[in-house]
Protein backbone atom coordinates (compact mmCIF):
# COMPACT_ATOMS: atom_id res chain seq x y z
CA UNK A 1 0.00 0.00 0.00
CA UNK A 2 1.38 3.19 -0.95
CA UNK A 3 1.15 6.40 1.38
CA UNK A 4 1.13 9.68 0.45
CA UNK A 5 4.39 11.40 2.90
CA UNK A 6 3.86 14.86 4.02
CA UNK A 7 6.95 16.38 4.99
CA UNK A 8 5.80 19.72 5.92
CA UNK A 9 2.78 20.95 8.10
CA UNK A 10 1.09 24.38 9.45
CA UNK A 11 1.63 24.56 13.28
CA UNK A 12 -1.49 27.87 13.34
CA UNK A 13 -4.27 26.89 11.70
CA UNK A 14 -7.84 29.22 11.69
CA UNK A 15 -11.40 27.88 12.20
CA UNK A 16 -13.22 28.67 9.06
CA UNK A 17 -15.43 25.51 9.06
CA UNK A 18 -16.15 23.65 11.57
CA UNK A 19 -18.44 20.41 11.91
CA UNK A 20 -20.70 20.11 14.79
CA UNK A 21 -22.49 16.93 16.32
CA UNK A 22 -22.98 16.04 20.07
CA UNK A 23 -24.98 13.44 22.34
CA UNK A 24 -23.41 14.99 25.33
CA UNK A 25 -24.27 18.81 24.89
CA UNK A 26 -22.76 20.26 28.17
CA UNK A 27 -20.69 23.76 27.78
CA UNK A 28 -21.68 23.12 24.10
CA UNK A 29 -23.15 26.77 23.84
CA UNK A 30 -20.29 28.70 25.29
CA UNK A 31 -17.94 26.59 22.88
CA UNK A 32 -20.03 28.05 20.00
CA UNK A 33 -20.02 31.88 20.90
CA UNK A 34 -16.42 31.75 22.19
CA UNK A 35 -15.72 30.09 18.41
CA UNK A 36 -18.26 32.60 16.91
CA UNK A 37 -16.33 35.85 18.69
CA UNK A 38 -12.42 33.89 18.13
CA UNK A 39 -13.57 33.66 14.56
CA UNK A 40 -15.84 35.95 13.10
CA UNK A 41 -17.19 34.19 9.88
CA UNK A 42 -16.70 30.50 10.66
CA UNK A 43 -19.13 28.47 9.16
CA UNK A 44 -20.78 25.63 11.33
CA UNK A 45 -22.25 22.43 10.01
CA UNK A 46 -24.22 20.20 12.13
CA UNK A 47 -26.93 18.14 12.39
CA UNK A 48 -30.31 17.01 14.04
CA UNK A 49 -30.53 18.21 17.45
CA UNK A 50 -27.09 19.92 17.85
CA UNK A 51 -28.32 22.06 14.91
CA UNK A 52 -31.18 22.89 17.04
CA UNK A 53 -29.01 23.50 20.14
CA UNK A 54 -26.59 25.72 17.97
CA UNK A 55 -29.09 28.04 16.80
CA UNK A 56 -29.94 28.77 20.28
CA UNK A 57 -26.42 29.19 21.18
CA UNK A 58 -25.96 31.61 18.05
CA UNK A 59 -28.64 33.72 18.89
CA UNK A 60 -27.42 37.29 20.00
CA UNK A 61 -23.76 36.09 19.98
CA UNK A 62 -20.99 38.14 19.61
CA UNK A 63 -19.37 38.03 15.78
CA UNK A 64 -20.77 36.18 12.68
CA UNK A 65 -21.22 32.81 12.02
CA UNK A 66 -23.31 30.16 8.74
CA UNK A 67 -24.95 28.36 10.58
CA UNK A 68 -25.47 24.70 7.79
CA UNK A 69 -27.46 22.00 7.61
CA UNK A 70 -25.14 18.83 6.96
CA UNK A 71 -28.20 17.89 4.51
CA UNK A 72 -27.93 20.99 3.05
CA UNK A 73 -24.59 20.70 2.60
CA UNK A 74 -23.95 17.08 0.94
CA UNK A 75 -27.29 16.98 -1.19
CA UNK A 76 -28.24 14.10 0.53
CA UNK A 77 -31.59 13.60 3.93
CA UNK A 78 -30.61 12.37 6.60
CA UNK A 79 -31.53 8.43 6.56
CA UNK A 80 -35.26 7.09 8.68
CA UNK A 81 -33.82 7.34 12.54
CA UNK A 82 -30.89 9.69 11.77
CA UNK A 83 -28.49 5.81 11.01
CA UNK A 84 -26.85 8.34 8.07
CA UNK A 85 -26.06 11.64 8.59
CA UNK A 86 -22.54 12.41 8.39
CA UNK A 87 -21.17 9.27 5.90
CA UNK A 88 -21.03 11.01 2.88
CA UNK A 89 -18.23 11.44 0.58
CA UNK A 90 -18.29 15.56 0.98
CA UNK A 91 -17.57 15.10 4.70
CA UNK A 92 -14.73 12.66 4.87
CA UNK A 93 -13.07 14.65 2.19
CA UNK A 94 -13.00 17.84 3.85
CA UNK A 95 -11.81 15.64 6.76
CA UNK A 96 -9.18 13.91 5.20
CA UNK A 97 -8.11 16.29 2.30
CA UNK A 98 -3.79 17.44 3.45
CA UNK A 99 -3.16 20.57 3.47
CA UNK A 100 -0.97 21.13 0.05
CA UNK A 101 -1.40 17.97 -2.30
CA UNK A 102 -3.16 19.12 -5.71
CA UNK A 103 -5.10 16.34 -5.76
CA UNK A 104 -6.77 16.90 -2.70
CA UNK A 105 -7.51 20.48 -3.77
CA UNK A 106 -8.45 19.18 -7.06
CA UNK A 107 -10.84 16.80 -5.40
CA UNK A 108 -12.01 19.66 -3.08
CA UNK A 109 -12.81 21.80 -5.97
CA UNK A 110 -14.91 18.75 -7.93
CA UNK A 111 -17.15 17.76 -5.28
CA UNK A 112 -17.80 22.38 -4.15
CA UNK A 113 -16.29 20.49 -0.75
CA UNK A 114 -14.82 22.38 2.10
CA UNK A 115 -11.67 21.64 4.24
CA UNK A 116 -12.55 21.17 7.99
CA UNK A 117 -10.63 22.77 10.29
CA UNK A 118 -12.60 21.74 13.53
CA UNK A 119 -15.05 18.49 14.34
CA UNK A 120 -16.83 18.62 17.93
CA UNK A 121 -18.15 15.64 18.39
CA UNK A 122 -18.86 13.03 21.12
CA UNK A 123 -20.02 9.58 21.32
CA UNK A 124 -23.40 7.81 22.61
CA UNK A 125 -22.40 7.27 26.39
CA UNK A 126 -23.00 3.47 25.87
CA UNK A 127 -21.24 1.95 28.30
CA UNK A 128 -23.21 3.43 30.89
CA UNK A 129 -26.59 3.10 28.70
CA UNK A 130 -25.77 -0.40 28.63
CA UNK A 131 -24.76 -1.79 31.96
CA UNK A 132 -28.06 -2.36 33.23
CA UNK A 133 -27.99 -6.68 32.49
CA UNK A 134 -32.21 -6.33 31.54
CA UNK A 135 -30.98 -4.55 28.09
CA UNK A 136 -31.52 -6.87 25.63
CA UNK A 137 -29.70 -7.74 22.26
CA UNK A 138 -31.80 -4.86 20.07
CA UNK A 139 -31.18 -1.89 23.05
CA UNK A 140 -27.94 -2.97 22.63
CA UNK A 141 -27.36 -3.04 18.70
CA UNK A 142 -29.60 0.29 18.41
CA UNK A 143 -27.18 1.98 20.69
CA UNK A 144 -23.95 1.60 18.93
CA UNK A 145 -23.01 4.70 16.94
CA UNK A 146 -20.79 4.37 13.68
CA UNK A 147 -21.01 8.10 12.44
CA UNK A 148 -19.31 9.61 15.29
CA UNK A 149 -16.25 7.20 15.76
CA UNK A 150 -16.12 7.43 12.36
CA UNK A 151 -15.92 11.28 12.33
CA UNK A 152 -13.77 11.44 15.51
CA UNK A 153 -11.20 9.46 13.33
CA UNK A 154 -11.09 11.02 10.36
CA UNK A 155 -10.38 14.21 11.72
CA UNK A 156 -7.92 12.76 14.05
CA UNK A 157 -6.02 10.81 11.23
CA UNK A 158 -5.40 14.66 9.99
CA UNK A 159 -4.46 16.36 12.98
CA UNK A 160 -2.05 18.17 10.88
CA UNK A 161 -4.87 20.20 9.60
CA UNK A 162 -8.18 19.36 11.94
CA UNK A 163 -8.97 19.79 15.61
CA UNK A 164 -10.58 17.13 17.20
CA UNK A 165 -12.41 18.15 19.45
CA UNK A 166 -13.87 14.88 21.49
CA UNK A 167 -14.93 15.64 25.14
CA UNK A 168 -16.54 19.03 26.49
CA UNK A 169 -13.93 18.86 29.22
CA UNK A 170 -11.05 20.24 26.31
CA UNK A 171 -13.59 22.85 25.86
CA UNK A 172 -11.85 25.20 28.60
CA UNK A 173 -8.26 24.83 26.76
CA UNK A 174 -9.30 24.59 23.33
CA UNK A 175 -11.22 28.42 23.69
CA UNK A 176 -8.23 29.66 25.04
CA UNK A 177 -6.31 28.58 22.64
CA UNK A 178 -8.48 29.85 20.10
CA UNK A 179 -8.33 33.69 21.77
CA UNK A 180 -4.67 33.85 22.29
CA UNK A 181 -4.10 32.59 18.11
CA UNK A 182 -6.37 34.75 16.33
CA UNK A 183 -8.71 31.79 16.31
CA UNK A 184 -6.46 29.15 15.43
CA UNK A 185 -4.88 25.93 16.76
CA UNK A 186 -1.35 24.60 17.34
CA UNK A 187 -0.34 21.46 15.90
CA UNK A 188 1.14 20.68 19.46
CA UNK A 189 -3.10 20.66 20.51
CA UNK A 190 -4.31 19.31 17.85
CA UNK A 191 -1.84 16.34 17.98
CA UNK A 192 -3.10 15.82 21.72
CA UNK A 193 -6.75 16.26 20.75
CA UNK A 194 -6.24 13.20 18.06
CA UNK A 195 -4.78 11.04 20.86
CA UNK A 196 -7.38 11.63 22.84
CA UNK A 197 -10.11 11.35 20.70
CA UNK A 198 -8.67 7.91 19.12
CA UNK A 199 -8.38 6.88 23.10
CA UNK A 200 -12.28 7.41 23.20
CA UNK A 201 -13.23 5.59 20.43
CA UNK A 202 -10.88 2.57 21.62
CA UNK A 203 -12.93 2.80 24.88
CA UNK A 204 -16.26 2.98 22.72
CA UNK A 205 -15.65 -0.04 20.57
CA UNK A 206 -14.26 -1.86 23.82
CA UNK A 207 -17.52 -1.60 25.47
CA UNK A 208 -19.52 -2.59 22.77
CA UNK A 209 -17.39 -5.95 22.11
CA UNK A 210 -17.49 -6.65 25.43
CA UNK A 211 -21.79 -6.44 26.25
CA UNK A 212 -22.13 -8.30 22.47
CA UNK A 213 -19.58 -11.17 23.44
CA UNK A 214 -20.74 -11.48 26.35
CA UNK A 215 -24.61 -12.22 25.26
CA UNK A 216 -26.35 -15.31 25.36
CA UNK A 217 -26.65 -16.85 21.98
CA UNK A 218 -30.18 -18.31 23.18
CA UNK A 219 -30.98 -14.93 24.25
CA UNK A 220 -30.18 -13.88 21.14
CA UNK A 221 -32.05 -15.89 18.99
CA UNK A 222 -35.29 -15.55 21.52
CA UNK A 223 -34.54 -11.66 20.69
CA UNK A 224 -35.02 -12.01 17.24
CA UNK A 225 -37.95 -14.89 16.75
CA UNK A 226 -35.35 -17.54 15.88
CA UNK A 227 -36.40 -19.67 18.93
CA UNK A 228 -39.70 -20.85 17.58
Wanted: aromatic share 6%; proline share 5%.
Amino acid sequence: MAFNSVKRAVDLVPARHALVSTYDKTGLADLIRGLVAASPGVRLYSTGGTYDALLSALDGAPGEALLIKVSDYTGQPEMKGGLVKTLDWKIYLGLLAESGDPSHEADLERAEAVPFDMVIANLYPFAEASADPSSGPEDLRQRIDIGGPSMIRAAAKNYLRVASVSDPSQYGSVLAELRANGGCTRLETRRRLAAEAFGLVARFDAAVSARLGGLDPTLVSKAYGLDQ
